[in-house]
């Protein structure tokens, strides 16, 4: 609290004042960040355009937030086992990445009500997208074992993982439309 007064330039009375609590500015931060990230009008339907285009910007947005090191640093913290450590994942998961993901459902079910996807199981469709988006290199990253990911790397695996998405989600004439011509 008193780094963030000083770096604000005000009295650590008025930071707490104004958040009550550790916690209380810590789902503020989180909020704040995943918003910054990956704004909600990321996740507003665009009929004019392709769903892989939105989809590749959505991947793009999430694969950039969780590779951030100040997002490497926090995982690291609230896996680490401390007594305090299950709070603070909760209040983490509650106020960033299941906020995100409800985002994501309500996108993913306007898909399927404008006929663009075929999903039975919008919230397991949910959260098997963001897990191919973390995939190996977020997993190296989280155990410091990774090379600096370029952005020809992000792109490559965002692109890749939306294909297996719409492979397995897109609307059956979509998935004619996807299928290479054969001689």
């Given at each position: 609290?008193?780094?963030?007064?000083?770096?604000?330039?005000?009295?650590?009375?008025?930071?707490?004042?104004?958040?009550?609590?550790?916690?209380?500015?810590?789902?503020?931060?989180?909020?704040?960040?995943?918003?910054?990230?990956?704004?909600?009008?990321?996740?507003?339907?665009?009929?004019?355009?392709?769903?892989?285009?939105?989809?590749?910007?959505?991947?793009?947005?999430?694969?950039?937030?969780?590779?951030?090191?100040?997002?490497?640093?926090?995982?690291?913290?609230?896996?680490?086992?401390?007594?305090t450590?299950?709070?603070?994942?909760?209040?983490f998961?509650?106020?960033?990445?299941?906020?995100?993901?409800?985002?994501?459902?309500?996108?993913?079910?306007?898909?399927?009500e404008?006929?663009?996807?075929?999903i039975?199981?919008?919230?397991?469709?949910?959260?098997?997208?963001?897990?191919?988006?973390?995939?190996?290199?977020?997993?190296?990253?989280?155990?410091?074992?990774?090379?600096?990911?370029?952005?020809?790397?992000?792109?490559?695996?965002?692109?890749a993982?939306?294909?297996?998405?719409?492979?397995?989600?897109?609307?059956?004439?979509e998935?004619?439309?996807?299928?290479?011509?054969?001689?």
């Amino acid at each position: 609290m008193d780094a963030i007064a000083s770096e604000a330039g005000v009295s650590k009375l008025t930071v707490y004042s104004h958040f009550t609590d550790k916690e209380t500015l810590f789902v503020a931060a989180i909020r704040e960040r995943c918003q910054e990230q990956m704004p909600s009008t990321l996740f507003s339907i665009d009929r004019s355009a392709p769903v892989r285009r939105q989809l590749e910007a959505i991947g793009h947005a999430f694969f950039s937030l969780i590779t951030q090191p100040e997002s490497i640093a926090l995982h690291r913290l609230i896996t680490a086992g401390t007594p305090t450590s299950h709070k603070l994942a909760q209040l983490f998961w509650d106020s960033g990445p299941r906020l995100l993901h409800d985002d994501f459902e309500k996108f993913l079910r306007q898909e399927v009500e404008d006929g663009q996807l075929e999903i039975e199981d919008v919230p397991r469709a949910a959260s098997q997208f963001f897990a191919l988006l973390k995939g190996e290199l977020h997993a190296r990253m989280l155990c410091g074992c990774s090379q600096p990911v370029t952005p020809i790397d992000t792109d490559a695996h965002v692109r890749a993982t939306v294909e297996f998405f719409l492979r397995a989600y897109a609307a059956c004439s979509e998935r004619v439309a996807m299928i290479p011509a054969t001689r």
